[in-house]
């Protein structure tokens, strides 16, 4: 007999890999952090002696899922500004407010609230573009959640960095710093196209190389990104960043939206084996377009699931991405055929682990991977009755019905409940941010005279 940590014993089990696997009644055996072996739950009772065992007879056990793409300090901003364009909403709304509102302490805060959201909402691994990626380094492994931390540029002063050249050498101190760290991976993590010069990509490109990272960046997210680099550069952005040498980097680029995209882009993509991530509710929300994720697909373009930040969606849920990026997949190309359910958890999972390049750690249930798995209770009413538990996971289920999250096994989300993260705290703190952000944005009544 074995000796193992921890035995969690399912319902079903979803490993991802192989594809259109269910496992019934079988359990999980985890030693140091790592899955050991999945075994039917009868051979597991005689081969391994756990210290710990978990009985879940009513649950799916999924590969922990992945936020390709979101800017976690940002959920301190949730439903400030709505119903707008996104240019004017950032322009107008969201930049003003961070300008005087962002710092260590509102990353730190807007972090910590960021990471309980998602551990709730069964995410395992989140892939983070903000400011004071130091102090997000610091928060996440606190929390023990895995992560690729983004080293942010931009071409204008913020509070972390005063030019480009700042912010490109607070991003090597930070990668040099945390490099070695188990849970963390970074990404140079320059805005957008638009907040970039082509001097500033250049240099980010030789940083990019000389540390081995990828770069993650917004692209091809509205029409009028694409037409204004047009006017500016006589080129879309896509074709601009294969010329300054981004789209041949290894590992190769996350591309984050890319809902403007001619054929020929898409076999641009194809040849660089660039990364796409898919964030549809934000993309909804702010009317930017829909990503053609079927010919994405079809074409052999690795694809995973984003929410963006809580600014702009306003959660950071991926199982509802998942829920509407299978639907809105189908509604687009008018087949229902496309995107099926046991392909969109790969997009939320093992696609996601693909294009944060760490699909060798995490992404799916197999031996020898890190043992980061989320709990799905399937047993109320609003998931009966049970015929096909990938199916109902992906056009049935919502996040409330994620009961437990381990993190290279460390039990995170125990029965709703947060074993590394204050929720009175979060919750107060939140609640003074807002009233902080308010009053720094609300304009001052002036006093009169009158006679």
């Not at 879309?236 to 960043?241: A, C, D, G, K, T």
């Not at 509710?281 to 929410?307: H, I, M, Q, R, W």
């Not at 096994?409 to 993260?421: D, E, F, V, Y």
Request: aromatic letters at 6%; proline letters at 6%.
């Amino acid at each position: 007999m074995q000796n193992v940590d921890t035995l969690i014993f399912a319902g079903w089990i979803v490993p991802v890999e192989p594809d259109h696997t269910i496992y019934e009644q079988h359990a999980i055996a985890i030693r140091e952090g790592k899955i050991v072996a999945i075994v039917p739950s009868r051979e597991a009772v005689s081969q391994f002696a756990a210290k710990i065992s978990h009985r879940l007879p009513t649950h799916l056990l999924i590969p922990g899922l992945i936020n390709a793409h979101t800017h976690a300090p940002m959920n301190l901003l949730r439903g400030f500004a709505d119903d707008l364009p996104l240019q004017e909403w950032l322009t107008t709304k969201i930049w003003p407010a961070e300008q005087a509102n962002v710092s260590a302490e509102f990353v730190a805060d807007g972090t910590k609230l960021a990471i309980a959201e998602m551990l709730r909402s069964g995410v395992t691994c989140y892939n983070d573009m903000y400011f004071f990626p130091d102090v997000a380094v610091e928060v996440a492994s606190q929390a023990g959640i895995r992560a690729m931390i983004g080293l942010i540029l931009v071409d204008f002063p913020t509070p972390w960095g005063k030019d480009a050249d700042d912010y490109l050498q607070k991003a090597k101190q930070v990668y040099e710093q945390y490099q070695h760290h188990a849970l963390i991976r970074f990404a140079l993590a320059p805005h957008a196209p638009y907040t970039v010069s082509d001097s500033s990509f250049t240099a980010l490109k030789s940083l990019a190389e000389e540390l081995n990272i990828p770069v993650h960046i917004h692209l091809h997210e509205t029409n009028t990104e694409v037409e204004e680099s047009v006017q500016q550069h006589g080129e879309r952005p896509l074709s601009r960043l294969q010329k300054l040498g981004l789209l041949s980097l290894s590992p190769p680029l996350i591309a984050v939206h890319m809902t403007q995209l001619h054929n020929e882009e898409i076999e641009l993509l194809v040849k660089h084996q660039i990364n796409v991530v898919h964030c549809p509710e934000s993309n909804l929300k702010l009317a930017s377009g829909f990503c053609p994720v079927a010919k994405l697909l079809k074409a052999g373009v690795n694809v995973a699931l984003g929410t963006d930040g809580a600014a702009s969606n306003d959660d950071l849920d991926i199982l509802g991405e998942m829920h509407t990026a299978a639907l809105l997949t189908k509604g687009i190309s008018r087949d229902a055929r496309c995107l099926p359910a046991a392909q969109a958890l790969r997009l939320a999972t093992l696609n996601g682990a693909k294009a944060l390049g760490i699909d060798h750690l995490t992404g799916s249930l197999v031996p020898g991977k890190a043992a980061d798995i989320t709990a799905i209770d399937l047993q109320d009413l609003e998931t009966q009755p049970l015929y096909n538990p990938i199916s109902q996971l992906v056009y049935a289920v919502s996040r409330d019905k994620v009961t437990d999250v381990w993190v290279a096994g460390k039990h995170l989300l125990k029965s709703r409940a947060l074993t590394s993260l204050d929720l009175h705290d979060l919750k107060t703190k939140t609640h003074l941010w807002r009233n902080k952000i308010l009053a720094s944005v609300t304009p001052k009544p002036t006093s009169s005279l009158s006679s």
